[in-house]
């Protein structure tokens, strides 16, 4: 069942735990991440940035893929199809009019009047069709689909400002996390991070979740994060096994038996993330 984020994110913000948004870049992607959690029996977010909505064909492909294996795959669960870092308005609009149940407007580039009325606008169109909105403060910085940005932590005011002025399902404050490889050791802001929990009553959204490590995983939960987005731990999980066939199988030609050589250790880092974000 296609569903928008409220009803999950809600849950896991009660029962103290976070869903995790996996982002998908391609059928099999897909197939095995929606394999792997109704195997677990959780919901599961599939995050889909612009840059892979437009490699796979378009957020038309992405959304009638997904409720096609969905029905195929007999997928039970509550799935949430999702748009990660929406540029614009029109971009969000788009990926709803094509059958996305929740967007992220990332407005945050611009200055924060700018970022609410973006927001806003995004807000009501999605909430007119039942679909959720997540908007980010601060910004989150690190690489994501050839994209560089330097980060910029949220502040507890921004917070109540953007969430106050937008009516947003769910809020991604930039508190130290970063999108790709870490350069040294994450520093998380933890004590906004819990300062914004305490003062807002919709979910917190962690970005950037590939290499934090676990007992930082864990606070930021405790500290109220009830959704963790992880990306680039999949497709290095997938890499390096991909690799070990190829260099194993030089004369492999099949792009099934390629690209299916990395299935069991995607399946693995889905399980071991799940089970790290205490998800039921
Ligand atoms: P990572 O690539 O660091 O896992 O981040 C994913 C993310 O935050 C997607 O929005």
Partial sequence: MLVNGNKILQDAKK????????????????????????????????????????????????????????????????????????????????????????????????????????TKEVVDYAHSKDVTVEAEVGHIGGTEDNVTATSSNATLEDCLTLVNGSNIDSLAPALGSVHGLYKGEPNLDFETMAEINENLSIPLVLHGGTGIPDYDIKKAISCGISKININTELQIAWHDAVKKFISENPDAYDPRKVIGSGKEAMKAKVREKVEMFNNK
């Fill in 15 to 118: 029962g103290k735990y976070a869903v995790p948004q996996f982002n998908i870049n391609n059928l099999e992607w897909t197939k095995n991440i929606l394999e792997e959690c109704e195997n677990l029996n959780i919901a599961v977010i599939l995050g889909v940035s612009e840059g892979a909505a437009k490699y796979m064909g378009g957020y038309k492909v992405v959304a009638d893929m997904v409720k096609a294996l969905m029905e195929e795959l007999n997928i039970t669960i509550p799935v949430c199809l999702h748009l990660d870092h929406g540029s614009s308005f029109e971009s969000c609009k788009k990926a709803i009019d094509a059958g996305f149940s929740s967007v992220m407007i990332d407005a945050s580039k611009h200055e924060l009047e700018e970022n609410i009325r973006i």
